[in-house]
């Protein structure tokens, strides 16, 4: 019997920008795959069902405003930087 350890992995600190990129990615990600709950009232899927294209609308754009800040294109205020 071999007795394996735990396994050590040294990494560096992930920058915040890439790292909400990376979450914001995973959020769409899995909105992508949610439907909607069969079985409810026609007014209450309806509703689900509008709360969840804005969500997916919302992690779309959150995803690509953190590309844009990743890449350098934009400030936080909304504002294009000059090269």
């Given at each position: 019997m071999m007795f394996?350890?735990?396994e050590l992995r040294?990494?560096?600190p992930e920058d915040p920008t890439?790292?909400?990129l990376r979450l914001a990615r995973e959020i769409e990600e899995l909105l992508e795959h949610t439907v909607s709950v069969p079985g409810r009232?026609?007014?209450g899927q309806a509703a689900?069902?509008?709360s969840l294209r804005m969500?997916?609308?919302v992690a779309a754009s959150l995803v690509d405003e953190l590309e844009q800040v990743t890449r350098g294109?934009?400030?936080s205020d909304g504002n294009v930087r000059s090269a």
């Open positions: 394996n350890g735990p040294f990494s560096r890439a790292r909400a009232a026609q007014t689900q069902s509008g969500a997916r609308a294109g934009r400030q």
